[in-house]
């Protein structure tokens, strides 16, 4: 069964609101997870890693004031997209590591996002 | 910079055999994973090799040569449902993934 559960599968929202989105780890407990985005037709585009009771880590270009990450439980990190444009319409998918080096990541099943 | 290839777009027939490549120039190898993406969906995850050789799991098989920097994903007896992206993704000396653009297989019967 799914190890990684992520809600909601799909929101519509108007320009300008925020939407957050959850990713929760079931049955076990997630020091770190990973917030993806994937535009239609492209590959997997990480943009930032949550870290337990720390701030999360964002890679080159994702503004941290307009994805704001918060991983405040072994079980729980959260993404906020804040004031949503257009363009912020994609596919949100967040992941979580389970066990060592050799462990694959297990996906949640994303979230569709479109800004109206 | 650290690189991933990987055909866009295969087709292939019901029942057949298709072979999807994988290369890679990385900042160190710590492991490569097929993960299989259906449209709409998130990946899931099928197959890793972190040493040479052939990883066979039922009708899918990865092979890995690290000295060439080579993967390949294999899919046997392949079904309608076979129809997805493949994603290639390698793990660096920092153990982040690095993810190639992925193949589209599109069967047809």
């Known amino acids: 069964g799914a190890v990684v559960s992520q809600h909601p599968s799909w929101v519509i929202c108007k320009s300008g609101t925020s939407v957050k989105i959850e990713c929760r780890s079931l049955d076990f407990q997630a020091t770190t997870m990973f917030w993806y985005r994937q535009f239609p037709k492209q590959s997997l585009m990480l943009m930032a890693t949550s870290n337990e009771g720390s701030k999360a880590t964002y890679e080159q270009g994702v503004e941290k004031d307009k994805f704001l990450i918060n991983h405040a439980s072994l079980t729980l990190s959260t993404l906020t997209v804040t004031s949503a444009h257009p363009e912020d319409s994609s596919f949100y998918i967040c992941?979580?590591?389970?066990?060592?080096?050799?462990?694959?990541?297990?996906f949640g099943n994303g979230t569709r996002l479109t800004v109206t | 910079g650290q690189n991933i290839d990987q055909p866009t777009e295969m087709t292939a027939t019901e029942g057949a055999i298709v072979q999807i490549n994988c290369t890679y120039q990385t900042s160190g190898f710590n492991g490569l994973f097929w993960y299989q993406q259906h449209a709409g969906e998130a990946p899931t995850f099928l197959s890793y090799?972190?040493l040479d050789g052939l990883e066979e799991k039922g009708r899918f098989s990865s092979f890995l040569s690290r000295s060439k920097g080579y993967s390949y994903l294999l899919l046997k007896e392949l079904q309608m449902k076979d129809s997805a992206s493949y994603l290639c993704a390698v793990r660096d000396s920092n153990y982040q993934l690095i993810w190639g653009a992925g193949t589209k297989l599109i069967i047809k019967p």
């Open positions: 090799n972190v």
């Open positions: 992941s979580a590591l389970i066990g060592g080096e050799g462990s694959p990541l297990h």
